[in-house]
């Protein structure tokens, strides 16, 4: 039978899966200044027990189960690649306490009233029935439980997206650039920026049985490279740009023509 998320769970088994392995350390400083909002709002006692959704290569899953001592923290996510990560550093490092489980939270047998807290950073804006995946969530926790995300606002309000995607805009071989567009994962298909909508986003907690909803913009600088080079090489190796760049007949003029459209921006 074909997975309610099949495309990402491919994706995330695959090429973009890969992508965060490669750039795991890149993406804990990229999220410095925004982990630790999450954390504070997560707010986990030191008895609690933790479910982290879309837990790749598991930073936020070990902060969490460290900050539960006799408690613990159970990472979840659908790819393999960021758990044999996550399960490789934790054996290293610890905690003890921190375990990872491969899964889709739309569809995982999650046990009823398990967990006291729910968090996510960034793991959230990829499922394709949000409603049903918030309802199991709901369903893990246990009466008067607490739940704590970090999602992406809109493509315009996060320049480290916003500016290097204005820059090549229209610059993809016919037919790959509406595969790709940023801003048509705004209409609440699975990307990044599903979650973007307030009004949406309280609609589907509250259909998911959540109250006492508070939403809070952050704004946070983002460190994307050490300098400009090294955000070329990054940017050029992000999934999009691998699946643009194999779309063409030959990549390597696509690729220059690129590197000189970003560089300036």
Known sequence: ?????????????????NHFVR?????EGMFRRLTPHLLRAADVRPDERVL????GAGATT???AAAAPRGGALGLDVSEPLLAEARRITAEQGPGNAGFALGDAQTYALPAG???VVVSRFGVMFFADPAAAFGRLAAALRPGGRLAVLCWRTLAENAHFAVPYGAVRGLAPEGAQAEEDPEDRE???????SLADPDRVRGILAGAGFRDVE??????PVRMAADLDDALDYLLDTPEAARLLAAAPDPTPLRAKATTLLRPA
Do not use: K, Y
């Open 1 to 17: 039978m074909t997975q309610p998320n099949q495309p990402q769970i491919e994706a995330w088994n695959g090429i973009t899966g």
């Open 62 to 64: 070990r902060a969490l």
């Open 23 to 27: 750039h795991r350390e890149r993406f």
């Open 114 to 116: 398990e967990r006291d």
């Open 215 to 220: 939403l809070r913009p952050l704004d946070e």
């Open 187 to 193: 209409d609440g298909s699975p990307g990044p920026f």
């Open 52 to 55: 982290d959704v879309g837990c």
